[in-house]
């Protein structure tokens, strides 16, 4: 069976290397759920990149508005060792992934991490 896991795959870089690990003993996928991926909007700008009818993506830019939820009903986002990377692990991946989603040519197979 397969793996299909939330974001963040891991709180840690050691906890990523335990799961591919795991994946590649096993011989199973794991997918991150990067749901945005497959709403039919993106699914059709995509399509529309494609087929080369927007013409040559220059740039992409991304934004997220949200509430702004009371301290109580934050809960483990205000806790570090449980929330991970904070708003750009939380809200930032998402954007990134589509934006890199978004453009034509091969797609990045791996980020650069400090």
């Not at 945005?36 to 494609?50: I, K, M, N, T, Y």
Request: glycine share 14%; with cysteine.
């Amino acid at each position: 069976m397969h793996v299909l896991c939330e974001r963040p795959l891991a709180l840690t870089l050691a906890g990523v290397e335990r799961v591919l690990a795991a994946s590649d003993k096993y011989g199973k996928r794991v997918m991150v759920g990067m749901n945005h991926r497959f709403r039919s909007d993106v699914q059709a700008v995509r399509g529309f990149l494609a087929g080369g009818d927007l013409g040559a993506l220059q740039a992409v830019r991304g934004g997220w508005y949200t509430f702004q939820p009371s301290r109580q009903m934050l809960g483990w986002r205000l806790r570090r060792e449980q929330a991970g990377g904070g708003a750009v692990l939380d809200l930032g991946l998402p954007l990134i992934d589509l934006g890199c989603g978004s453009r034509a040519g091969p797609r990045p197979s791996a980020f650069p991490r400090t």
